[in-house]
């Protein structure tokens, strides 16, 4: 939509519905009034109006002034609403721990960013299917290295060792030297075994309440579905009667996932319980088929089977069904939600008994058998990984797009890292808790008297950390290198660009210092479109070092440190190094993780810092991963879906929702669900918007071009405004089709380049905040508000008469 756009007033009501951004303002910096009423809302989200304008509605439909701010003359002046949702990602600082969740989440981001190919179904499906069991096995891998700690490195091996079970009063009783009840291997597994059980219910309760308060949220076109529903009335902007002519993100079943949670939930936790069963189970048989009791042997063999089809029927419920959303299903998997979690639960109590069967002339030497199970699940993933990759190349072939990163290889390469993010935790947790058990000593690097450690395959892949972080200097290096010379090349185009502001061309004087600073501050934004290299390098890098650790660990049989010989050589001294570092490390990292966590959901300024890819991620629904943060957006839409879709009915008005940065997003996605009806009343304001610049780009089935498109045709109109010093936002390069493009001129920023009678002090550069104090920003929502169609009136009926009334409080969201 270009400036010169007329701007034709209309009358009746109307309504601006703001949607902050990332880190989140308060009702009062929002509405620029200290003075605030909560409208309809809890304390996680809420709409608000400034006090003055509470009854604002009705004063609309008596046609009687409200007060000060007058919304009702003239109509043409919005009634402005703040919608706050930061409470939705932010509030009690545990909630910091989600961090420590992290590959959960990256996996899960993996799943949105298929490419968008229309026609093949089935290679979509397939795409999914990959995605959730890479995250099914990210579950196995958290629950082995929960075992490999707890099983293994305590109960296996530190209870076997005097000299360690008795330095720790904790671990004494369990002693094999003392000789008590718990002093035999089956049993110490089987009392440790608790612990990564205990770890998988925590996630279990926590995937469950997030359940209830997020993905169990009904959107308007679900009102009044029970369970085992149909689903809504099919859109009527749908050509076949269903939802499938709509944009993904507008179809009804979207931001409902409470089915597919609850099915991934079951299967994960099975999957969770399983695991831990196999590793206390699977050392009482191993050593049961070298005995002489055939009971034992027997009941080895049978639970073992037991095992393998429990976890084969896992894999089937993960594989074989993804996302419904053509439609709103309400209904429930029973036989996967109930019968899974139960028999997995079964399962695990028979895995208890059988471990703690006495065996007396059983003893526990070296690590816990099944250390393979390590080099199976690393080998797994790179086998889907790669699978992902090649899928999304042929769904990429499809519908190329120059815009769309990596070539479409952006799903499989934040898979990568999931995996990868993964595989260093566990290996450095697992590295970090056996120099602490050890003592002075190294694991796998000392003679007698000092545990064995933990699988030689954690040690390599602890020793990758220092050699990753290495390989991600180059492309670092490279792009600061890149962003100098950018802000060299920028200064010329900076004078150029402030020169045509000037009345009087003889009278402009640049200032070299305040050029240099506003290009750098442009260089430093563009820095954002340059982070698709630096994560296909990491991807690629964590592909092949994670194959080498594989191949290291398996032909060498030792740990980095003596693999590379005795011989006190560069590669000895690089290998030992490297193994050190590893695991202090992740021990760094993991408090980096809470502090960082902590301070992000108590500091504001923290929280946009580092807040936009955490709002990225927990932007979409859990489709992948049932254990990875909640998704706010579920709770978010539906409430903006909700106060458009009442207000506009009861009162006919016009609505502009305007929503910057993270937003903006939420307000696009709320405006796909709206009905056909209701978007033909609403205009869309962006400003500062990552629509395109980072959603479209990696997200390309669901904010891609065609996306995009669509939604400046379905709304009734939309305008974007964005700043070159904004390293979030920018254009949304949609253009002009049936309605004009949304993207407005570039705004200046600073708005100023040097003193003026109007600007006496320096303008500050913006970059993403504070769009609104731009004059732009009243022009571009004067210029919606007159496109929107307004309400007939007729003399002496006022405005709304015909309409259901709020009542006398406005208290409502419909």
Not at 538 to 559: R, T
């Amino acid at each position: 939509m270009s400036a010169e756009t007329p701007a034709p007033r209309s009358g009746g009501p109307a309504l601006e519905l703001l949607v902050h951004g990332v880190g989140g303002a308060g009702p009062q910096e929002m509405l620029g009034d200290p003075r605030t009423v909560r409208i309809s809302g809890d304390e996680k989200a809420a709409v608000f109006r400034r006090t003055d304008d509470e009854h604002a509605d009705e004063s609309h439909e008596h046609h009687e002034p409200a007060g000060p701010h007058d919304p009702a003359a003239p109509w043409d002046r919005p009634v402005p609403e703040a919608y706050c949702w930061s409470n939705l990602t932010s509030g009690n600082s545990a909630r910091a721990l989600w961090l420590l969740l992290l590959p959960f989440m990256v996996v899960n981001l993996a799943h949105w960013m298929r490419p968008r190919a229309g026609g093949l179904a089935r290679t979509t499906r397939l795409y999914g299917a990959l995605v959730r069991l890479v995250a099914l096995s990210l579950t196995v891998l958290l629950t082995a290295a929960a075992c490999e700690v707890a099983l293994d490195l305590l109960a296996w091996q530190c209870a076997a060792l005097a000299e360690c079970a008795d330095g720790r009063s904790w671990l004494g009783f369990l002693s094999a030297a003392r000789g008590g009840w718990w002093s035999q291997p089956g049993r110490r597994l089987a009392l440790a075994s608790l612990v990564p059980a205990a770890l998988v219910g925590l996630l279990w309760y926590l995937s469950h309440r997030t359940w209830s308060a997020y993905e169990s949220q009904r959107p308007p076109t679900g009102e009044g579905v029970g369970e085992g529903g149909r689903g809504p009335a099919p859109d009527p902007a749908a050509e076949d009667g269903t939802a499938a002519g709509r944009p993904a993100l507008g179809r009804p079943g979207f931001w409902y996932g409470r089915r597919l949670v609850a099915r991934l939930r079951a299967a994960h936790t099975a999957a969770g319980l399983l695991t831990v069963s196999a590793a206390v189970a699977g050392a009482a048989a191993r050593h049961d088929r070298s005995g002489e009791h055939t009971l034992l042997t027997v009941c080895g063999v049978l639970l073992e089977a037991v095992l393998v089809l429990g976890m084969a029927a896992v894999v089937l419920v993960v594989f074989r069904r993804g996302r419904s959303e053509r439609r709103f299903d309400a209904r429930a998997d029973r036989a996967a939600v109930r019968i899974l979690p139960a028999g997995s639960l079964t399962v695990f109590a028979l895995s208890l008994l059988y471990a703690s069967w006495s065996r007396p002339l059983w003893q526990s030497r070296g690590t816990l058998p099944g250390d393979t199970t390590f080099r199976v699940i690393v080998l797994v993933q790179g086998a889907l990984v790669v699978a992902l990759a090649v899928t999304a190349l042929v769904l990429h072939r499809r519908a190329r797009h120059p815009r769309t990163v990596l070539a479409g290889l952006g799903g499989p390469a934040v898979a990568m890292l999931a995996c990868a993010l993964g595989g260093v935790m566990t290996g450095g947790v697992a590295q970090r808790v056996a120099d602490w058990l050890d003592g002075p000593g190294t694991p796998g690097m000392d003679g007698d008297g000092s545990i064995p450690g933990p699988p030689v395959l954690l040690s390599w892949q602890a020793s990758v950390i220092p050699v990753l972080l290495v390989l991600l200097l180059i492309p670092a290096v490279a792009l600061g290198g890149r962003t100098w010379l950018a802000a060299r090349r920028l200064r010329e185009t900076v004078e150029r660009d402030y020169a045509r502001t000037v009345p009087a061309p003889g009278r402009w004087r640049p200032d070299p210092a305040r050029t240099r600073r506003i290009a750098r501050a442009r260089a430093r934004a563009s820095v954002t479109d340059g982070t698709p290299r630096i994560v296909g390098v990491v991807a690629g890098s964590a592909l092949f070092l994670g194959a080498g650790a594989v191949i290291g660990a398996w032909i060498s049989d030792e740990v980095p440190g003596k693999a590379f010989g005795d011989g006190g050589g560069l590669a000895e001294a690089a290998a030992e190094t490297a193994q050190s570092l590893g695991s202090w490390l992740v021990g760094l990292g993991f408090i980096l993780f809470v502090t960082w966590g902590r301070r992000a959901y108590r500091d504001a300024s923290a929280r946009r810092t580092i807040g936009i890819l955490w709002d990225v991620g927990t932007f979409w629904p859990r489709a992948a991963h049932p254990f990875a943060p909640p998704c706010y957006a579920e709770r978010a839409v539906p409430d903006l879906t909700w106060r458009m879709c009442t207000w506009t009915e009861r009162t006919g008005g016009r609505l502009v929702i305007s929503g910057h940065s993270q937003g903006s997003v939420l307000a696009a996605s709320a405006v796909w669900q709206l009905p056909a009806a209701t978007r033909g009343r609403v205009a869309l304001l962006t400003y500062g918007s990552p629509l395109e610049r980072l959603y479209g780009r990696w997200f390309p089935a669901y904010f891609g071009p065609d996306a995009l498109a669509d939604l400046r045709d379905e709304v009734h109109c939309w305008s974007n405004l964005w700043r070159h010093t904004d390293p979030i936002g920018g254009p949304v390069l949609v253009p002009a089709a049936r309605k004009p493009a949304p993207d407005r001129e570039v705004l200046l920023d600073p708005v100023a380049y040097g003193r003026s009678r109007r600007h006496p002090l320096p303008e500050p550069i913006l970059g993403h905040s504070q769009y609104q104090a731009d004059p732009v920003f009243d022009t571009a929502r004067a210029e919606l508000l007159g496109l929107l169609p307004g309400v007939p009136r007729q003399p002496g009926r006022p405005a709304g008469a015909d309409r259901r009334a709020q009542g006398s409080s406005g208290r409502s969201s419909g």
